[in-house]
Structures are given as structure tokens and as C-alpha cells.
């Protein structure tokens, strides 16, 4: 059981937009620690496309986008294309454990 | 441009011990924090281990805590991961990561696979 959650899978058509929510609690997220997001397509190594909760890296198209709130939080991507089917894991930092942690990952099917 | 190259993986018995190395090229290696991340076959990513650029802090993940030691050379270039009483759970791909900021990694390694197994 991960100390984020992800919900196990979500889809969405092409050029629809889909969200991703990543829920912890008051010792990660809600305490105010950072989100990060990756994206990994099975065989590849993950890639850093959100850090910081809101903020993309260079080279990461802005159909991409990551929100905070409370203790979620939430990685959006509009404009659906069949290259974006991948693993998606929200990261953070829990003051209780003294160390980062991942959500369990999403896989994003588009159909 | 950066590269991250693991190796040290392999076949172990369960109860034996490991050290993977990951030799950093294309950015100021000395002034990185550097990360552990493992995956196991089938399964999610799993954190487990952070040594702050200049090695005066370290932190696991509570699946290797007190199993494993974190740990760089700097003059090196290198960053390692010391584990013992390996258990077949343990089996995994072992990826280092560049820190940028706020536990962000943006530069992974290929990985190393690590198999516990008699």
C-alpha cells in the first residue's frame, strides 16, 4: 500500500483531456512538501514531466499540467495523443517517514 | 549532456550482498544530491535511498533501512548502494537519479537488474 494514491488506471479518447490524482496526507502533501510527476512507457526509463507541483521542464509539452491542493494533488493532460499511453507516478516527501515517496503509478490507456 | 551508468547488478543468494555503482558524466556530479530508485518486475517504481551532494546526509526508504548504505566519491564521480541480507523482494531494476530540486529526479540511469535468488 503506497503511501500516495493513484487510481490504478484511467483512459481517455484522443483529444480528450484526462486527469490523475495523487492523495496523501498530512505527514506529505499536506504538510506542504513538493509534487513531482513522471511518465514512463513500458521499457523506457521514467522521464521527469512535473516538478515542483506545477512546473514543467524543458521539452515538456504544456498539454501537460500539475495542480496542489490540500493533500492531493493532480496531474492533468489535455489534448490526448496515442504517444502519451504510459505509466504516470506522482512523487513527494513525508516528514514521517524522513523520506520520498512514490504513488503506486496510473496507467493511462488511450483508446 | 548527462549520463548515468549503473552497474554491480547480478544474481545474489538471499542473505548475501550487493554494491551498485553509478558513474555520473556531463554535469558537476559534486554539487548533486543523487538517488536510489528500484522497480520490480511488473510492478511501480519504489524510492529507496538520497545522499545529499556533499554525503552529510542520508535517508532510506523503510524496505532497505538499516540493509543498505547509501553512499559517493565525489573525486570519483560515483555514487554507490551497499546492500546486505538481500531478500528475494529485493529483485529489481536499481536506477540512480540526479537530483534537481525538491526530490525531482531528471536524469535516470539505465538500471541495473538486481535478481535475489537460490
Known amino acids: 500500500q503506497s503511501v500516495l494514491t493513484q487510481p490504478p488506471s484511467v483512459s481517455g479518447a484522443p483529444g480528450q483531456r484526462v486527469t490523475i490524482s495523487c492523495t496523501g496526507s498530512s505527514s506529505n502533501i499536506g504538510a506542504n512538501y513538493d509534487v513531482n510527476w513522471y511518465q514512463q512507457v513500458p521499457g523506457v526509463v521514467p522521464k521527469l514531466l512535473i516538478y515542483?507541483?506545477?512546473i514543467r521542464p524543458s521539452g515538456v509539452p504544456d498539454r501537460f499540467s500539475g495542480s496542489k491542493s490540500g493533500t492531493s494533488a493532480s496531474l492533468a493532460i489535455t489534448g490526448l495523443q496515442a504517444e502519451d499511453e504510459a505509466d504516470y507516478y506522482c512523487q513527494s516527501y513525508d516528514n514521517s517517514l524522513s523520506a520520498s515517496v512514490f504513488g503506486g503509478g496510473t496507467k493511462l490507456t488511450v483508446l | 549532456q548527462v549520463q548515468l551508468v549503473e552497474s554491480g547488478g547480478g544474481v545474489v543468494q538471499p542473505g548475501g550482498s550487493l554494491r551498485l555503482s553509478c558513474v555520473a558524466s556531463?554535469?558537476?556530479?559534486?554539487?548533486?544530491?543523487m538517488h536510489w530508485v528500484r522497480q520490480a518486475p511488473g510492478k511501480g517504481l519504489e524510492w529507496v535511498a538520497f545522499i545529499r551532494s556533499d554525503g552529510s546526509n542520508k535517508y532510506y526508504g523503510d524496505s532497505v533501512k538499516g540493509r543498505s548504505t547509501i553512499s559517493r566519491d565525489n573525486s570519483q564521480n560515483t555514487l554507490y548502494l551497499h546492500m546486505n541480507s538481500l531478500r528475494p523482494e529485493d529483485t529489481a531494476v536499481y536506477y540512480c537519479g540526479k537530483d534537481y530540486t525538491n526530490w525531482a529526479i531528471d536524469y535516470w540511469g539505465q538500471g541495473a537488474l538486481v535478481t535475489v535468488s537460490s
Open positions: 515542483s507541483n506545477n
Open positions: 556531463g554535469f558537476r556530479f559534486s554539487t548533486h544530491g
